[in-house]
C-alpha cells in the first residue's frame, strides 16, 4: 500500500503569513494527489485534485504543486477562516490512503 | 441540490452488525462511483471502501476486508455499508463521498454529514 506522510504535524502563523505543507508519497502516485480542508466539527471539503487543480469555489491564496512522489499546499495569505487540518490524499489506486493530516493554527 | 444523507449509525456492541445507508440527491447517482471513509474521534481519515457505479468494482481497506461489505441501489439512489463483527476499533464517524468524476480516478468532491458508530459493550 502507498503512504502518505505529512509534514508538518501542525504549524501555528500569523495573519498574512504564506504558509506550506508537504506531503510525501512512498511510491510515485503521478499527479493523483488531493487535499482537503477540514474545519473543526465540519465535514472534509476538497480543495485541490489533481496536484494542483483548484476545485470550484475554493480561493485562490490556495495553490498546489508536484508529482510523482513529492507534493506541497501553499496558503499565500494566511487567514483567520484558514485554521482546520489539511489532509493530502492518494488516489492513483486502491486503498485511497489519506496523510495524517496538519493542524493549522493563528499564532 | 447535491447532497448525501448518512444514516443507520449507533450504538451497538463487539461482535455485532450495523448497516449504514447513504441517500442521494441532486445528481444522477448511477453514473458516480462512491466511497465510505470513517474518522475515529479526534483522529484523521481513513478510507474504508469503494463502489463502482455499476458495483463491478469494489475495493476495501485491509482493517475492514471480510467484515464489511458496500452495496448500492442505483433506483433507490442509495448507497450502503454492511458491517459484521464490529470492534471497538470500529468506532468513527462514518462519511459516505462522491468521486469528483464519473469514471476513472478520482478525489471526492461530495461528503455527506456523517454518522456516528460506536462499539462499546
Known amino acids: 500500500d502507498i503512504q502518505m506522510t505529512q509534514s508538518p504535524s501542525s504549524l501555528s502563523a500569523s495573519v498574512g503569513d504564506r504558509v506550506t505543507i508537504t506531503c510525501r508519497a512512498s511510491?510515485?502516485?503521478?499527479?493523483?494527489l488531493a487535499w482537503y480542508q477540514q474545519k473543526p466539527g465540519k465535514v472534509p471539503k476538497l480543495l485541490i485534485y489533481a496536484a494542483s487543480t483548484l476545485q470550484s469555489g475554493v480561493p485562490s491564496r490556495f495553490s498546489g504543486s508536484g508529482s510523482g512522489t513529492d507534493f506541497t499546499l501553499t496558503i499565500s495569505s494566511l487567514q483567520p477562516e484558514d485554521v482546520a487540518t489539511y489532509y493530502c490524499?492518494?488516489?492513483?489506486?486502491?486503498?485511497?490512503?489519506f496523510g495524517q493530516g496538519t493542524k493549522v493554527e493563528i499564532k | 441540490e447535491v447532497q448525501l444523507v448518512e444514516s443507520g449509525g449507533g450504538l451497538v456492541q463487539p461482535g455485532g452488525s450495523l448497516r449504514l445507508s447513504c441517500a442521494a440527491s441532486?445528481?444522477?447517482?448511477?453514473?458516480?462511483?462512491m466511497n465510505w471513509v470513517r474518522q475515529a474521534p479526534g483522529k484523521g481519515l481513513e478510507w474504508v471502501s469503494y463502489i463502482s457505479s455499476s458495483s463491478s468494482t469494489i475495493y476495501y481497506a485491509d482493517s475492514v476486508k471480510g467484515r464489511f461489505t458496500i452495496s448500492r441501489d442505483n433506483a433507490k439512489n442509495s448507497l450502503y455499508l454492511q458491517m459484521n463483527s464490529l470492534r471497538a476499533e470500529d468506532t468513527a464517524v462514518y462519511y459516505c463521498?462522491?468521486?469528483?468524476?464519473?469514471?476513472?480516478?478520482?478525489?471526492?468532491?461530495?461528503w455527506g454529514q456523517g454518522t456516528m458508530v460506536t462499539v462499546s459493550s
Open positions: 490524499q492518494n488516489y492513483s489506486r486502491a486503498p485511497r490512503t
Open positions: 463521498a462522491r468521486d469528483l468524476i464519473p469514471r476513472g480516478l478520482s478525489a471526492f468532491d461530495i
Open positions: 511510491q510515485g502516485i503521478s499527479n493523483y
Open positions: 441532486g445528481f444522477t447517482f448511477s453514473t458516480y462511483s
